[in-house]
């Protein structure tokens, strides 16, 4: 399972109005994709500011001068930018080059090792969405076992994975095994207790997690309460 980027925008959008309200002028620089596109389009239809400037980059780009001048010399005052390939890490990269003093918004893969690895320094001060393993009894076991097996602390491919697997067998035991008793079962998820926090599941399949916001500092993300 993965969260939708509707919900992302909207925890974000909810930090914006709360923390950030005098932020009224915004560029989207998004990857070009179907998740990139979407939460591009969520986030401009529900911003109660403006957009002065969006661009998308192909999952591949290397080159972010052209895009980073554009917001250099924009009247914006603060930047979106989405991605999760290789291609995210050069973009903040060239943005921290061209000396861009904007603060800096992103989602979940932000908060992913490879990309905080990749970024280096460039990451540092961003603001984004993020899952986070909470200091219940059962997440803390997890992350107990996790640690013994592999010494180190579980990232959020395997945080996702087990999420996944618990739930999937919680439904088999409730509904039953066969494939239709699993996807009904999956659509009456409400408020499932995980290690995330709750978890519901929407009637089109869309994922709604406890989503926080994370501020990478010194190469690592934490909370920000608000």
Known sequence: FWLSSDSEVEKLLDFLNKKFNNLKK???????????????EKF?????????????????ETDFKTISTKVKNSNVDGILVIGYTPAFAALLKQIKEMKIDKPLFSFVPATFRPIIKAAGDAIEGVYA?????????????????????????????????????????DVMRKYGSSNEAIRSGLRKVKNYPGITGNLSIKENGDVIFDVKILQIQNGVPVLINY
């Open 26 to 40: 915004f560029a989207i620089i998004y990857i070009n994709d179907e998740y990139g596109q979407g939460a591009k």
């Open 44 to 60: 401009k239809k529900d911003f109660s500011g403006e957009i002065l400037l969006e661009e998308g980059y192909s999952p591949q």
């Open 129 to 169: 969405t993020g899952i986070i393993v909470s200091n219940t009894p059962q997440a803390q076991d997890f992350v107990a076992k996790y640690k013994s097996k592999y010494n180190k602390d579980p990232d959020v491919y395997a945080v996702n994975s087990y999420e996944t697997m618990q739930l999937l067998v």
